[in-house]
T-cell receptor, first 112, second 114 residues
Framework: DAMVIQNPRYQVTQFGKPVTLSCSQT?????MYWYQQKSSQAPKLLFH???????NEADTPDNFQSRRPNTSFCFLDIRSPGLGDAAMYLC???????????FGAGTRLSVL | AQSVTQPDIHITVSEGASLELRCNYS??????LFWYVQSPGQGLQLLLK??????LVQGIKGFEAEFKRSQSSFNLRIPSVHWSDAAEYFC????????????FGTGTRLTVIP
């Protein structure tokens, strides 16, 4: 059974139109991550939550925001998507004790 | 600064061949090391990890990797490649404590010839 559930799997949006990607978990792990992965590149960390504490990577554009209303859910908001934001967005989670990140299947975002 | 280097961008092998995927890292502290695999359009699946102890670690599907501190390497070995092993392989390094942010290499794409 999937532990990290990302919805939708594919998202198409228009240039400048806000979009929200969703991630949920069934394990109650306290650390959640959002990565951006462009074609043929390594995943790049955007930010993470350690419980409710939000940690933004220094080079993450302000266009990217995140919300974590509870332990189970985490959202990635792109306020004004540009063509360069087309990518696979991966959510991951990690338990406090076990230092392993588990990834979801990802959401592929297209920007028209 | 933390970094992971995977020098082989793309490797093509015949089914049944053995294979070693290279990974070198630079990390300021004692690292946690990982290999993940990604099939097209999918997320990352953990193959194996090294935290401490025996430097030869076994993972799923018969894969294994060896940590060599003196060479700052964590190479992945596939004893006998199967067509289903065709995918992108990522090496990653993280910290033992804190949020354990992972730093990924750029990946090695494996193509398998029947």
């Amino acid at each position: 059974d999937a532990m990290v559930i990302q919805n939708p799997r594919y998202q198409v949006t228009q240039f400048g139109k806000p979009v929200t990607l969703s991630c949920s978990q069934t394990l109650n792990h306290n650390v959640m991550y959002w990565y951006q992965q462009k074609s043929s590149q390594a995943p790049k960390l955007l930010f993470h939550y350690y419980d409710k504490d939000f940690n933004n990577e220094a080079d993450t554009p302000d266009n990217f925001q995140s919300r974590r209303p509870n332990t189970s859910f985490c959202f990635l908001d792109i306020r004004s998507p540009g063509l360069g934001d087309a990518a696979m967005y991966l959510c991951a989670l990690r338990d406090r004790v076990e230092n392993i990140q588990y990834f979801g299947a990802g959401t592929r975002l297209s920007v028209l | 600064a933390q970094s992971v280097t995977q020098p082989d961008i793309h490797i093509t092998v015949s089914e049944g061949a053995s294979l070693e995927l290279r990974c070198n890292y630079s990390y300021g502290a004692t690292p946690y090391l990982f290999w993940y695999v990604q099939s097209p359009g999918q997320g990352l699946q953990l193959l194996l990890k090294y935290f401490s102890g025996d430097t030869l670690v076994q993972g799923i599907k018969g894969f294994e990797a060896e940590f060599k501190r003196s060479q700052s390497s964590f190479n992945l070995r596939i004893p006998s490649v199967h067509w289903s092993d065709a995918a992108e392989y990522f090496c990653a390094v993280g910290a033992k404590t804190g949020a354990n942010n992972l730093f990924f290499g750029t990946g090695t794409r494996l193509t398998v010839i029947p």
